[in-house]
C-alpha cells in the first residue's frame, strides 16, 4: 500500500540495514506521527551569488562560510538567507520519498526553511535554506529541531537518485 509512512513504519525503517535515519540527537522527541523532525548541526552564510543553467555541467551553488554558535550553543541570526546542515544522515530506500515542511513554531518566529524533493534512493546529510523574515532576527540553538521530514512510499520501486548530491556531507 502506498502512502505517508507512520511514527511506527519510520521506526521499523531505522531499525533496517542500512538504518533510514542515522545521527539523530533524540529518537523518541523527534519522530512524529507522520514524519521525523530534523535537527540543526551548522549554518552557514551565503558568500557570492550562485548559477544555475540548463547544463549541471555550469551550475555554480553559492560558497558558504560556517557561522559559530556561542559558549551556550545558540547563534544570533540576523534577517537574511543561510544554508542550515542536518545532524541526521538519511538513506531512503528506492521505494520511498521524502518531502520536508518548516516546523509551524519557526514559522511564529517568522523564519522558514526552503527544501527541495528528497528523491528515493537519496542518502546523506541534506542541507536546507533557511531565511529569517522576522526584521528583528533570530536566535536558534544547536541541535534544534526546524524541519519535519514526511516520507511517502511509492508505487513501485524506482532506479534511485544519482546526483551531484549522492552521499553529501557524511565524510
Request: glycine fraction near 8%; hydrophobic fraction near 40%; charged fraction near 20%.
Amino acid at each position: 500500500m502506498n502512502g505517508v509512512l507512520t511514527k511506527r513504519d519510520i521506526r521499523k525503517l531505522i531499525e533496517q540495514n542500512p538504518p533510514l535515519i542515522q545521527g539523530y540527537v533524540d529518537l523518541e522527541t523527534q519522530l512524529q506521527p507522520n514524519g521525523l523532525d530534523m535537527t540543526v548541526r551548522d549554518i552557514a552564510s551565503m558568500d557570492n551569488a550562485g548559477q544555475i543553467a540548463a547544463s549541471d555541467k555550469d551550475r555554480r551553488v553559492s560558497k558558504t562560510s560556517l557561522l559559530s554558535f556561542d559558549a551556550f550553543g545558540f547563534i544570533d541570526l540576523e534577517p537574511g538567507p543561510y544554508m542550515v546542515t542536518y545532524n541526521e544522515i538519511v538513506t531512503l530506500p528506492v521505494n520511498v520519498m521524502a518531502l520536508a515542511r518548516p516546523r509551524s513554531s519557526l514559522l511564529r518566529c517568522g523564519v522558514t526553511v526552503g527544501a527541495a524533493v528528497w528523491d528515493a534512493g537519496y542518502s546523506g546529510r541534506s542541507q536546507s535554506l533557511l531565511v529569517v523574515y522576522n526584521p528583528h532576527g533570530f536566535r536558534l540553538q544547536k541541535n534544534a529541531r526546524i524541519l519535519q521530514l514526511v516520507f511517502f512510499t511509492l508505487t513501485q520501486e524506482t532506479q534511485g537518485y544519482n546526483g551531484a548530491y549522492q552521499k553529501e556531507n557524511i565524510k
